[in-house]
């Protein structure tokens, strides 16, 4: 657990700099104590919408289980037809789907790390675009042609959107450029294969070139994602990765002494390989204020900006650092702890939208199905159909 690793790190800081043992676990237990005591609030702020919407969620199930031990004859007419087994299954699927979204809404708004939210760089990222490597060199040299300001404005966006991803892969602009238009013709080469497009006379141009341009942003909605979900984990993970630099720099170790024996210890997650990042800029001779700077500016992110700021001034004042960052560690779980509860407000409201969408269909599927389904067939044997046309 993250608290163990905490406490593993803190005495391996201190059997290397001789630091008080005794009172860097007392900064652990107020950490621990801290962080648990505003998780335990969310749970149980959160634990009367996640009842109630589960409670809610399996009624569908209840009914449907109600109705084959104690009435089945009703449920017939349904699970005589083929178009009553559709209905029936779409249904139960329909309220699982509204389960994991009243769950998933319900537990996702934790204030502190966890372990299924930091996620570790998967080494293999940066190599699933090896083999297409030629490739994109190539067609990264047909793009490198096209100059200009619109050009060039649109590369330093996506060499700003693929520093803010990581950019796992290492792609230039131009082989990202690449990557939008390999989609774009994959996709409408499939469409020509699988489809009747070109039998649609005039229309084929214009269907090809909207084919073409939706599979050219497939890459950018990815990269949308990589960001969104790099910041994320970024965010979760820094107030832990704050108390363990305190923890170092307390048993004696200064600021870049701290970190490089973090990003020793830790795994591979996107704010370790900031700190990767910032010790080569360290070792290549940059000043600490000038790297950090960079840093920030690589992440993006509020808090991660005044962590730097911090460390800045703290380094300027000439001020303690790790007091300073426990300050600032404090001062990013309150802040997360508001954002928590404004969450657990809206969370009444939010939770019509799977009631609204998933679970009330197929409440109502299955009370009135079998009944519509009947009407259907007397219908249909009377000859009614007949008498409409």
Same mark, same amino acid.
């Given at each position: 657990?993250?608290?163990?690793?905490?406490?593993?790190?803190?005495?391996?800081?201190?059997?290397?700099?001789?630091?008080?043992?005794?009172?860097?676990?007392?900064?652990?237990?107020?950490?621990?104590?801290?962080?648990?005591? $505003?998780?335990?609030?969310?749970?149980?702020?959160?634990?009367?919408?996640?009842?109630?919407?589960?409670?809610?969620?399996?009624?569908?199930?209840?009914?449907?289980?109600?109705?084959?031990?104690?009435?089945?004859?009703?449920?017939?007419?349904?699970?005589?037809?083929?178009?009553?087994?559709?209905?029936?299954?779409?249904?139960?699927?329909?309220?699982?789907?509204?389960?994991?979204?009243?769950?998933?809404?319900?537990?996702?708004?934790?204030?502190?790390?966890?372990?299924?939210?930091?996620?570790?760089?998967?080494?293999?990222?940066?190599?699933?675009?090896?083999?297409?490597?030629? $490739?994109?060199?190539?067609?990264?040299?047909?793009?490198?042609?096209?100059?200009?300001?619109?050009?060039?404005?649109?590369?330093?966006?996506?060499?700003?959107?693929?520093? @803010?991803?990581?950019?796992?892969?290492?792609?230039?602009?131009?082989?990202?450029?690449?990557?939008?238009?390999?989609?774009?013709?994959?996709?409408?080469?499939?469409?020509?294969?699988?489809?009747?497009?070109?039998?649609?006379?005039?229309?084929?141009?214009? @269907?090809?070139?909207?084919?073409?341009?939706?599979?050219?942003?497939?890459?950018?909605?990815?990269?949308?994602?990589?960001?969104?979900?790099?910041?994320?984990?970024?965010?979760?993970?820094?107030?832990?990765?704050?108390?363990?630099?305190?923890?170092?720099?307390?048993?004696?170790?200064?600021?870049?002494?701290?970190?490089?024996?973090?990003?020793?210890?830790?795994?591979?997650?996107?704010?370790?390989?900031?700190?990767? @990042?910032?010790?080569?800029?360290?070792?290549?001779?940059?000043?600490?204020?000038?790297?950090?700077?960079?840093?920030?500016?690589?992440?993006?992110?509020?808090?991660?900006?005044?962590?730097?700021?911090?460390?800045?001034?703290?380094?300027?004042?000439?001020?303690?650092?790790?007091?300073?960052?426990?300050?600032?560690?404090?001062?990013?779980?309150?802040?997360?702890? $508001?954002?928590?509860?404004?969450?657990?407000?809206?969370?009444?409201?939010?939770?019509?939208?799977?009631?609204?969408?998933?679970?009330?269909?197929?409440?109502?599927?299955?009370?009135?199905?079998?009944?519509?389904?009947?009407?259907?067939?007397?219908?249909?044997?009377?000859?009614?159909?007949?008498?409409?046309?």
């Amino acid at each position: 657990s993250q608290d163990l690793r905490l406490a593993m790190n803190a005495t391996i800081f201190q059997q290397e700099t001789g630091g008080n043992l005794e009172d860097l676990y007392k900064q652990i237990v107020v950490m621990v104590s801290e962080r648990k005591k $505003i998780m335990g609030k969310v749970r149980a702020g959160t634990a009367h919408a996640r009842l109630s919407g589960i409670m809610v969620g399996v009624i569908p199930w209840i009914f449907f289980l109600v109705m084959i031990l104690t009435n089945r004859s009703y449920l017939t007419p349904m699970l005589e037809s083929p178009l009553g087994w559709l209905m029936g299954v779409g249904a139960l699927v329909s309220s699982v789907i509204g389960l994991i979204f009243i769950y998933r809404m319900t537990t996702g708004i934790l204030p502190d790390a966890d372990e299924s939210m930091v996620t570790s760089k998967d080494p293999r990222l940066g190599r699933r675009w090896q083999l297409f490597r030629p $490739i994109l060199q190539t067609a990264a040299s047909f793009n490198s042609r096209f100059q200009g300001a619109i050009f060039e404005n649109m590369r330093q966006d996506l060499r700003y959107r693929l520093t @803010l991803a990581g950019n796992p892969a290492g792609f230039t602009p131009d082989e990202f450029i690449g990557v939008k238009e390999f989609y774009g013709f994959v996709l409408m080469s499939l469409s020509v294969l699988f489809t009747n497009i070109v039998n649609y006379s005039w229309t084929t141009p214009i @269907l090809l070139i909207g084919i073409f341009v939706l599979g050219f942003q497939v890459p950018s909605i990815y990269l949308a994602q990589r960001i969104r979900a790099r910041q994320m984990n970024i965010e979760y993970e820094l107030p832990y990765m704050i108390d363990l630099l305190s923890l170092a720099i307390e048993a004696g170790l200064d600021l870049v002494g701290g970190i490089q024996k973090i990003v020793e210890k830790s795994r591979k997650t996107d704010v370790v390989m900031e700190f990767q @990042l910032f010790l080569a800029d360290i070792k290549v001779g940059k000043p600490p204020e000038e790297a950090m700077s960079e840093m920030a500016e690589r992440v993006q992110i509020l808090s991660f900006f005044s962590f730097v700021s911090s460390l800045i001034q703290a380094q300027r004042l000439g001020a303690e650092i790790g007091p300073t960052l426990r300050a600032q560690a404090e001062q990013m779980r309150y802040q997360r702890m $508001i954002i928590a509860e404004e969450q657990m407000n809206q969370l009444p409201v939010k939770l019509l939208i799977p009631l609204v969408f998933f679970i009330f269909p197929s409440i109502f599927i299955l009370v009135l199905g079998p009944t519509v389904i009947h009407f259907m067939k007397v219908f249909w044997n009377s000859g009614g159909a007949e008498r409409l046309q």
